[in-house]
T-cell receptor
Framework: IAGITQAPTSQILAAGRRMTLRCTQDMRHNAMYWYRQDLGLGLRLIHY???????GKGEVPDGYSVSRANTDDFPLTLASAVPSQTSVYFC??????????????????FGAGSRLTVL | KNEVEQSPQNLTAQEGEFITINCSYSVGISALHWLQQHPGGGIVSLFMLSSGKKKHGRLIATINIQEKHSSLHITASHPRDSAVYIC???????????FGTGTSLTVIP
């Protein structure tokens, strides 16, 4: 079944530890995104990637890094986790790039989310 | 400053009621999405609109580009409609999606 797979589903880790959230899509979408969702706030963009080999910073990038070695995978790494990074993380993808001028055709597909608790 | 505002934040309805959720936005857009987030957390796309109206089953979404406003209607609501409904817009500069904070809907049998 085509879609996005995120792992882990849930994780508790100690502050200061390194953590990588995995995201894989099989739809051959160009663009991929990482969002965090916190109570009372809308989804906020952490990092994005237009296409394999390129990445960009979103609204809340500090403390996070990403890589896009190929079309399918877009891991999110917390180099040294802090309690404020406790959140639910969603990976998403779309068939068109971040800078695309085309309108109305950009379907957005989400993963199931990864709940991260930093103690 | 929120580029996307939704109302109401919370909504409780009796089964069978007609429900309306509103979304206003302040940026130029190429498309507007209505998303549904299930109690288990998964997010699915219900509609993508750039003009007019779309219908899918008991769900109807409308958009008024001039007024920068969209509504999501649910006819004959059912407890299984209980979820958080999120409005999202894609900027017409192609730069990013902006999300509302969601409307939490509870439909009581």
């Amino acid at each position: 079944i085509a879609g996005i797979t995120q792992a882990p589903t849930s994780q508790i880790l100690a502050a200061g530890r390194r953590m990588t959230l995995r995201c894989t899509q099989d739809m051959r979408h160009n663009a991929m995104y990482w969002y965090r969702q916190d109570l009372g706030l809308g989804l906020r963009l952490i990092h994005y990637s237009n296409t394999a080999g390129t990445t960009g910073k979103g609204e809340v990038p500090d403390g996070y890094s990403v890589s896009r070695a190929n079309t399918d995978d877009f891991p999110l790494t917390l180099a040294s986790a802090v309690p404020s990074q406790t959140s639910v993380y969603f990976c998403a993808s779309s068939p068109l790039g971040w800078d695309s001028a085309l309108s109305g055709a950009n379907v957005l597909t989400f993963g199931a989310g990864s709940r991260l608790t930093v103690l | 400053k929120n580029e996307v505002e939704q109302s109401p934040q919370n909504l409780t309805a009796q089964e069978g009621e007609f429900i309306t959720i509103n979304c206003s936005y302040s940026v130029g857009i190429s498309a507007l999405h209505w998303l549904q987030q299930h109690p288990g957390g998964g997010i699915v796309s219900l509609f993508m609109l750039s003009s007019g109206k779309k219908k899918h089953g008991r769900l109807i979404a409308t958009i008024n580009i001039q007024e920068k406003h969209s509504s999501l209607h649910i006819t004959a609501s059912h407890p299984r409609d209980s979820a958080v409904y999120i409005c999202a817009v894609r900027s017409n500069t192609g730069n990013q999606f902006y999300f509302g904070t969601g409307t939490s809907l509870t439909v009581i049998p």
